[in-house]
Nanobody, 123 residues
Framework: QVQLEESGGGSVQAGDSLRLSCAAS????????MGWFHQRVGQERKFVAG?????STDYEETLKGRFTVSRVHNTVYLQINDLQPADTGVYFC???????????????????WGHGTQVFVSS
């Protein structure tokens, strides 16, 4: 059974940085894509960044610059710099194993999800 476990969240002040981690387990093969989504209270889950098995990355255009995604085998990281109160929420890790699709930013592009890690940014 595939499991994703996020870590690295917490309560920080505006301007601080955090590095979120997500480790995948339960399968011997490597996910073709691992991604991060952000969900604020009362809002839908939104794509942040994704890291492909070939090393390439994709970002939500408006978040480029402060967010950096990286990946080592079955672990994906999200570095967030200059955190702002709007970054508050739950960050979810997701993955998929199937090939043949270049789509990466919708919920349906992934078939396994973690439980999320909470980030709170105070001003």
């Amino acid at each position: 059974q595939v499991q994703l476990e996020e870590s690295g969240g917490g309560s920080v002040q505006a301007g601080d940085s955090l590095r979120l981690s997500c480790a995948a387990s339960g399968r011997s093969d490597t996910p073709s894509l691992m991604g991060w989504f952000h969900q604020r209270v009362g809002q839908e889950r939104k794509f942040v960044a994704g890291a492909w098995v070939d090393g390439s990355t994709d970002y939500e255009e408006t978040l480029k610059g402060r967010f950096t995604v990286s990946r080592v085998h079955n672990t994906v990281y999200l570095q967030i710099n200059d955190l702002q109160p709007a970054d508050t929420g739950v960050y979810f890790c997701a993955e998929r194993y199937w090939l043949g699709s270049s789509s990466f930013s919708t919920l349906n592009d992934y078939n396994h999800w973690g439980h999320g890690t909470q980030v709170f940014v105070s001003s």
